[in-house]
């Protein structure tokens, strides 16, 4: 008898019962999400009425592919240049609305009773909001294009990189069992030092290997390659000490800056969709229904901490970044919710073996409950909006629009602060970058030569000194290259301004690179003297190679910057608009009544109010496009105006039609025919322009069967003859009524 593998059973029950549920929540209109935790709880131990699963630690491993996967595409929607551009109001609302679910989330579990660890852990899974879930909400309700959308997306960004900070820092906390300052200290640093690297790694090398290998990238070696990459990393990451969900996450966010990302996020869509959920059916597969009964008062409890909290919290966050009043109650109720990122949070403390065990059903519970209240809270952020300014104090109100007013205005930078940001920019990249290819050349090229090459002190001086030559650029680039010219010009032409700091300045960059160069030698000799070589070799690198250098650089830098700004080069948008309007890309649908119109027929601006700052269309962008411009399908047209303006032209670019709607031309009606001509034929004797086979049976003649002779795509003046085999491509139902004396 054939014996079929536990796991293969295990994995068949498991998707075919998320199979059926999702089928059940998408009739219902309810998140996918929702129904595989069901799932999970119907094929887990703790429901007996139908089979479960049997080997739990299988599954487990089923499941943390899935979180590798769900983080990878999370990173693909994320890219650090998002969270640079987010801007100032996303930051402050999500650092806000963070640190005081964080103080919520604690306080509410200490006034339970529960230990301090599981207080922790709780305050760490109220803090992320769910992308997922908001996304579908906002696609579902058609707010997308509105003011307060675009606030929420920036703080689910800078949710994602907090989040991941999370992760780390709980991590530590759960080994270390206490509050160490130093290791906590120790890990932010760990964690910021192999972020920089590798993005910086990442966006040097990887679009460099995706274009070289562009032309022999189909679909199928594209999702290999992609996947690969991926693991790659994940291998990497917990080579070093941080979660395999780090490493696909930083993988994911590399890849979103290529030009490939869309493409990579539509090929592991698949992949990502069958892991996923079978990550949600592990977690629904934890629930134990006895202790949902049980803990129904803090389930309570927290679902309402959670909702008022991140209200509160994220408006106020709002607020004070200088958003009305309206965007703000809008975006903090947008927010009110917990979702995949804290089901990662939870199963670590479950994993760690820090948490309680009814943690973990608790925190699934407040997110099935929010992820179901989070469509209606958005629905009715408005009418909670006018109750608020109705009840509100005048003055408050007026102080509130007067401080909205008054940081919408466009920030100016001293000079001083350009120099800065430059400085400590270049000094943070490249001593990095230094510090890394020191422990490079350390410990795995010397390591490397002395075995294979060259054995004793002779190899450990080649190492010594190929390392050296790999950092030169680099140190030229902290110690000498230029920065912020105009700038450091201006302070040193300013007679306002001592010299002093910017001498300063100077030394200390050189100083920075004479410590690095005898850090480097003291990897290989232990010895006080490497101090005076670094310093003389640093001065023989500025005396003799400056130029040289300058120029290798300048191409190293030159890549990297094109590999990281190809994909946007050309979507260039403003960042700070006037009053209420904002930004939207909208595409324009192949039915939409603007295809093929001119910008002056449709008069959009006078009709509706907007204005059409761009069209983008394929790898052509039209900058403020003149009025003879016309619009074609699948135009991507960059829109100003209000949320009002936006819906009332909304539906225009997507050309709705009704369900019920019968096309115009049935696709199944259009086929080939062959139709034979004789004597009695309407048709006999006229050229196929003037037989009006095109205008009346919407059909095209492709070819004619004469005298044993085949003609493709004949004349428009060939005149039909008896015994002529047309070949018409047509509507079936009228090339008959033409023809049907034939």
Known sequence: MIHLPVLISDLGLILAAAGITTLLFKKIKQPLVLGYILAGLLVGPHVDFIPTVSDNKSITIWAEIGVIFLLFNLGLEFSFKKLVKVGGSSSIT????????????????????????????LGGILSVSSTTIIIRAFEELGVKHKKF??????????????????????????????????????????????????????????????????KLMNDETMLIVSIALCLLMVMLAVKVGFSAALGAFIMGSILAETTQAERIEHLTKSVKDLFAAIFFVSVGMLIDPKVLVDYIGPIAIITLATVFGKFLSSGLGALLSGQPLKTAVQSGLSLAQIGEFSFIIATLGLSLKVTSDFLYPIAVAVSAITTFTTPYLIKSSEPIYLFIERNLPEKWTAGINRYSSGTAGITTLS???????????????????????????????????????????????????????????????????????????????????????????????????????????????????????????????????????????????????????????????PEILPWDTHLVELTIAPESKLVGKSLVELSIREKYGVNIAMIERGKISIPTPGRDERLYPYDKILVIGTDDQLASVQELFDGVTEETEEPSFPKQDMTLQKIVINSKSPVYGFSIRNSGIREITQGLVVGIERNGK????????????????????????????????V
């Open 94 to 121: 999500a650092i806000v609305e963070v640190i005081s679910m964080l103080l919520i989330g604690f306080a509410a579990g200490k006034l339970m009773g529960w230990s301090t660890m599981d207080s922790i852990f």
């Open 149 to 214: 959308a675009g606030l929420v997306f920036g703080v689910l960004i800078v949710e994602d990189l907090v989040a991941i900070l999370l992760l780390v820092l709980l991590s530590t906390l759960a080994v270390s069992q206490q509050f160490a300052g130093a290791e906590m200290l120790n890990s932010i640093l760990k964690l910021a030092f192999f972020l920089v690297l590798w993005f910086i790694g990442g966006i040097f090398l990887v679009p460099t290997f995706l274009k070289a290998t562009k």
């Open 415 to 573: 000079d001083w602060k350009i120099f800065l940001k430059a400085y400590t920019f270049n000094t943070i990249i490249h001593s990095v970058i230094l510090i890394a290819l020191v422990f490079i050349g350390s410990k795995w090229l010397q390591p490397l030569i002395e075995n294979n090459l060259i054995n004793g002190d002779k190899g450990t001086i080649v190492s010594l000194l190929l390392t050296f030559i790999i950092m030169m650029p680099i140190l030229w680039a902290l110690a000498i290259r230029r920065l912020a010219r105009k700038s450091y010009s201006n302070l040193w032409l300013n007679k306002k301004y001592t010299r002093g700091p910017l001498i300063a300045l100077e030394a200390l960059r050189i100083g920075l690179a004479v410590f690095y160069v005898g850090f480097l030698i003291f990897q290989f000799y232990n010895t006080m003297i490497s101090i005076s070589i670094a310093s003389l070799l640093i001065l023989l690198v500025m005396i003799i190679f400056s130029r040289k250098l300058q120029a290798f650089y300048s191409r190293l830098e030159s890549r990297f910057l094109n590999n990281l700004n190809e994909r946007e080069a050309l979507k260039v948008k």
């Open 710 to 741: 085949r003609i493709l795509n004949p004349d428009s003046n060939l005149v039909f003859e008896n015994d002529d085999v047309v070949y018409i491509v047509g509507n079936n139902k009228k090339i008959p009524e033409l023809l049907k004396k």
